[in-house]
């Protein structure tokens, strides 16, 4: 299990504990972190699972494809360099003991 | 305690395609899942329910040995779950991304749009069910597919011909014949121009399955364009008579669109939710479970109803009412999960972005005619069936 924290809109933080290789978007929804509205469940088609990386490790993460690239434009809450939609991340090492900083809005 | 499956035996399929929605909130009282006697399927009408079924696809299979979709179609990715989904899903993404859409697309929406009213802005009165938003979503989808010289009557010919063939479980030879007319038109449809779609890469749908990492072979091309036909046109169409229904039964909120114009995409957006194109789709029990109150088994035939989750007044205040400026919360008009519509912001950008401002802004002092009266029908496919209406010419 992977320990990191969610920053939700409010500012309120959520620490929560996943499994490497689930997404960060499942790990917001099994924990009932609001915040993510995740329209269509993960399947990349949506950009309502908009979430701010920690800029330090957001290079580390899985690559970002140029599907997911094109969607963030369209997310509600303009990007920013440490964007990602985080159905597309997988939980993984480097995101241990970070923060994932949710939008304004999805 | 979770207890077995009630039923509903006094409804006709008559009385759903005239109104569903009185039928759709007695069934949402009555359990999480209940067999409708004229419809030989068990509905899910809860909100909650359906993201539950979403989100356990496992559980909740789109894949159907029964299906008759894969009789008309062939296999489609709406069939299909796992990577072989996956695989055809993403072979066709590229042509449906929301930049793509917006610097390829829109300026093509905006050309049909344009013509179409060009040919009756001076006539002061039409039905704009043939006029324009059928024609609009027809040659819309054409260019999309990358289809070349199809006229737009044949297209929402096959369209409707291979919807009527998945639904034909009486077996009526006519409908099956009218099917198989169907896919034999949009089969030489391909082989006219998928040899140009092959050899260059464009923003075309055809493009994009011939080009993909694990590129289409001719029968998942066959099957995939035919349910992107079947699916891609009649809830354009629907969904701009319905916004344009919502905006003209609603003076102030039409006046608010009309001094905002980035409201018509809030318009379109409630409109789905509203009176959801797609009111019903299928899914298959592939295990004994229990969904919410309600015991189910493997086999069983579940028709997930969005149409009635988008009324569900747990989620949603005054659910019956068209409010575009109701909070922003999410729909269920597109779907949840990996079949979430991949056509979600092709529609988008069509309805709300073109079609529906440029009728507006056209078409000055447009109001529904009133005599005949807009018609609405169907349940699993929804919308007005004519939308008569007339504006200020001149002056
Ligand atoms: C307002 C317009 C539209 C609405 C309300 C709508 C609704 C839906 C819904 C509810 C589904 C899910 C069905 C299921 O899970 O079984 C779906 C799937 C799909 N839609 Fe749409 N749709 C619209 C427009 C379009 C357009 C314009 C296209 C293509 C040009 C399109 C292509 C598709 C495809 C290919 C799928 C299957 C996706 C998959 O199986 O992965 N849709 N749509
Ligand atoms: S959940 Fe829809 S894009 Fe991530």
């Known amino acids: 299990m992977i320990r990191f924290t969610f920053v939700k809109p409010d500012g309120a933080e959520v620490a929560v504990e996943a499994e490497a290789g689930t997404s960060v978007m499942q790990a917001a929804l099994d924990n009932g972190v609001d915040g993510i509205t995740a329209e269509c469940n993960g399947s990349a088609a949506c950009a309502t699972c908009h979430a701010f990386f920690d800029p330090e490790i957001v290079d580390q993460l899985a690559d970002m494809s140029e599907h997911e690239d094109d969607m963030l434009d369209f997310a509600a809450v303009e990007r920013r360099p440490e964007s990602r939609l985080s159905c597309q991340v997988p939980v993984c090492d480097v995101l241990a003991e970070r923060k994932v900083t949710l939008p304004d809005a999805q | ?395």
């Not at chain 2, 344009?114 to 024609?135: C, H, K, T, V, Y």
Request: net charge negative; charged share 25%; hydrophobic share 40%.
């Open chain 2, 1 to 395: 305690m979770a207890s077995a499956v009630q039923t509903v035996s006094d409804v006709t399929i008559e009385e759903m395609m005239a109104d569903p929605y009185p039928v759709f909130d007695r069934v949402r009282d009555i359990g999480s899942a209940v067999w409708l006697d004229c419809a030989a399927i068990h509905l899910v009408t809860r909100f909650d329910d359906i993201m539950t079924v979403e989100r356990n696809h496992a559980v909740f299979a789109s894949t159907n040995p029964k299906s008759l979709m894969n009789k008309v179609m062939g296999h489609s990715l709406m069939r299909k779950d796992d990577e072989a989904h996956r695989n055809e899903r993403m072979a066709v993404e590229p042509s449906f991304r929301p930049g793509i859409v917006k610097t390829e697309w829109r300026p093509v929406f905006e050309e049909i749009a344009d013509d179409l009213i060009d040919a009756f802005a001076d006539r002061g009165e039409a039905d704009l069910f043939d006029s324009f938003a059928a024609p609009m979503a027809s040659r819309a989808l054409s260019a999309l597919l990358g289809f070349e010289g199809v006229a737009w009557q044949d297209l929402a010919r096959w369209s409707q011909a291979l919807m009527d063939g998945v639904g034909n479980y009486h077996a009526d030879p006519e409908i099956d014949a009218r099917a198989r007319e169907a896919s034999e038109g949009i089969d030489a449809a391909i082989e006219a121009v998928l040899g140009k779609h092959r050899a260059e890469r464009n923003a075309t749908i055809l493009s994009s399955m011939a080009h993909a990492e694990h590129p289409h072979s001719i029968d998942q091309i066959r099957a995939n364009i035919k349910v992107i036909v079947g699916g891609g046109l009649n809830e354009p169409r629907d969904s701009i008579l319905t916004t344009v229904l919502g905006l003209l039964q609603n003076d102030d909120q039409r006046r608010q669109a009309e001094a905002n114009p980035k409201l018509f995409a809030k318009a379109f957006e409630e409109a789905v939710r509203w009176v959801s194109p797609i009111g019903m789709y299928p899914r298959r029990v592939a295990c004994d479970t229990t969904l919410g109150d309600t015991v189910l088994k493997e086999g069983d035939q579940l028709g997930i109803c969005v149409g009635a989750a988008n009324r569900d007044p747990s989620r949603f205040d005054g659910a019956n009412d068209f409010d575009i400026n109701r909070p922003k919360v999410q729909h269920l008009g597109f779907g949840a999960g990996p079949h979430f519509c991949a056509g979600t912001w092709v529609a988008r950008q069509m309805v709300g972005e073109v079609a529906v401002p440029k009728l507006f802004r056209r078409l000055p002092g447009l109001v529904l005619k009133g005599d005949p009266p807009p018609v609405e029908r169907g349940w699993v496919f929804r919308g007005p069936v004519s939308l008569p209406v007339r504006w200020t010419v001149g002056g």
